[in-house]
């Protein structure tokens, strides 16, 4: 476990994780999990009419692997405090490796004085360096001093 307080982080700070490839099972278990099935997922035939011409993994696949990747140390001093301006920039196909890269980019105070708000960036890559998908993590971080 990394024991890290809002004092800890430092603004800039980042880490990156190992490429997670996006197959067609991930997709099919997706659409089972959520209902989603709309044929920019599934139907391969109709997909091949589009601009896009192969199915493209849902938005929302993309941002659980890529928040999942991203998990690691348990940090008992934070918790999530929940992700703003999730945007999904280019489409992810299957085959597709990404990568999460989380950059801390703000740290501000909370109501409650005995935490600290921690912005981290989230920006998923694909294997060719093309940002698919951006967001920011809120962390809601215990202080040391109050």
């Not at 800039?12 to 278990?29: C, H, K, M, N």
């Not at 109709?46 to 692997?65: D, M, N, Y």
């Not at 809120?138 to 040391?144: A, N, P």
Request: charged share 25%; net charge negative.
């Amino acid at each position: 476990m990394k024991e890290q307080y809002f004092e800890d982080y430092e603004i800039g700070s980042f880490r990156e994780t190992t490429g997670r490839t996006i197959t067609e099972a991930d997709i099919v278990l997706h659409a089972g999990q959520t209902g989603d099935f709309y044929p920019h997922h599934m139907d391969k035939e109709w997909c091949a009419t589009q601009p896009f011409k192969e199915r493209i993994a849902h938005g929302t696949l993309i941002f659980s692997v890529a928040v999942g990747m991203t998990a690691g140390d348990i940090n008992p001093r934070a918790m999530s405090y929940g992700y703003d301006k999730l945007r999904f920039i280019r489409p992810v196909f299957i085959g597709d490796t990404i990568v999460s890269r989380i950059t801390v980019s703000e740290k501000r105070d909370h109501k409650r004085p005995s935490h600290g708000i921690v912005s981290e960036k989230l920006e998923v890559t694909n294997q060719g360096g093309e940002t698919v998908m951006v967001c920011e993590h809120l962390l809601l971080v215990e202080r040391k001093t109050v």
